[in-house]
């Protein structure tokens, strides 16, 4: 093997497919490799030929120019593939088999992750608990939307397919195991949704879709999905979600309309800190907290917030000086007063994906249709960045050797 083609960062706005190395059982020195990680050894490894490789949201805040993310950094953390190499201390995972990589990356041996909290290992990442792969911060581990990726303490991480020929007929629902499916899922657990609830899903992107169908599997009697953006409304609205414009006046008011009250049981931030202020129509400016100072207002007391929406400790390109270090004025006196309980951070994908693999299998959980999920070559990454970026209503996912064109 020598070549291996891939999608890279060059600065704001611009992502290119470039020549790569082929993957080797070493981390080697890159873009945004932290010093510390470069020329660690991994046996436990095992190298895949990409099968599905998606496009999320968090790659659009690195590409928008609002990260410290380096030049010519590989990006892709969403991947599924077919092992073509083991390394010598892999025990289970073969070569052939078809599986899906969690996001985070996670050693399995530290405290963090014997307690099942994958999301922040305490020994992948020099810079600080978690990792991702082709992610800024998280290490140096080298992204996968690319032809061939490694993925390292293989017998722990990846999630092997019962059975080829039924993964690869499933394979655009599958593909979402890697990130949004568990990460909405995630987002709806932690918000308590349960049966009979009331949901309110704060964005209708692909993680905030993932997260209504997540709540309706959990049994919520009414989920209402909010956005700006018309067409991802409308997604929301083709499998049963109650929608809200949150341009178009106050979110209370809407909710109140559709449940008779203006509150709900359980709240997810699905959006992030990119946020636009609510109430303004649809170019409403940038407002960091808004989201997280709407859910508390409309979360019933005694509820949950589940936070899969990301917030960043360094923005270049915030609104305010605070907000460049992640400092927002959120309102958490309202929180207080209502006794409400919030999470954050990744979603330990681990804790579910085999479930939700398993609901997929069996016809109970059609992702791919809640966020027309549509496959795209390698080569035309840059064009499905742009399209993502200006608001389709899209999960845009790459097919880098042919596999979902087949
Ligand atoms: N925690 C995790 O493990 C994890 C995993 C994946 C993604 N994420 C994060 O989840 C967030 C969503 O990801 P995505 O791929 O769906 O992104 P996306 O950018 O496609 O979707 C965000 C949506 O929020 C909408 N929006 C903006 N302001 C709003 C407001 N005030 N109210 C309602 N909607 C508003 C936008 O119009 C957009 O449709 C991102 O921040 C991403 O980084 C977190
Ligand atoms: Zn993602
Ligand atoms: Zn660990």
Known sequence: MSGNRAVAYQGPGVVEVIDTDYPAFELKDGPGVNPANVGRKLPHAVILR?????????????????????????????????VVEAGPDVEFVKVGDIVSVPFNISCGRCRNCKEGKTGICLNVNPDRPGSAYGYVDMGGWVGGQAEYVLV????????????????????????????????????AVTAGVGVGSTVYVAGAGPVGLAAALGAQLLGAAVVVVGDLNEDRLAQARSFGCETVNVGAGTIPDQLEQILGIPEVDSAIDAVGFEARSEGHGADAKE?????????????????????????VTGDPGAVDDAAKVGALSISLGTGWAKSLSFTTGQCPVMRYNRQLMMAILHDRAPIAK?????????????????????????????????YLAA
């Open 50 to 82: 990409t099968v599905a490789t998606n496009i999320c949201g968090s790659d659009q805040h690195m590409v928008r120019g609002r990260t410290t993310a380096p030049q010519g950094l590989v990006l892709g953390h969403e991947i599924t593939g077919e």
């Open 152 to 187: 390292p303490y293989a017998d722990w991480n990846v999630l092997q397919f019962p059975d080829r020929e039924q993964a690869l007929e499933k394979i655009l629902d599958l593909t979402m195991l890697s990130d949004i499916f568990p990460t909405g899922f995630h987002g």
């Open 287 to 311: 407002a960091p907290a808004t989201v997280l100072n709407s859910l508390m207002g409309v979360t019933a007391a005694g509820g949950a917030i589940g936070i899969p929406g990301l917030y």
């Open 370 to 402: 809640a966020v027309n999920a549509t496959a795209i070559p390698l080569t035309d990454a840059p064009r499905g960045y742009a399209e993502f970026d200006a608001g389709a209503a899209t999960k845009y996912v790459l097919d880098p050797n042919g």
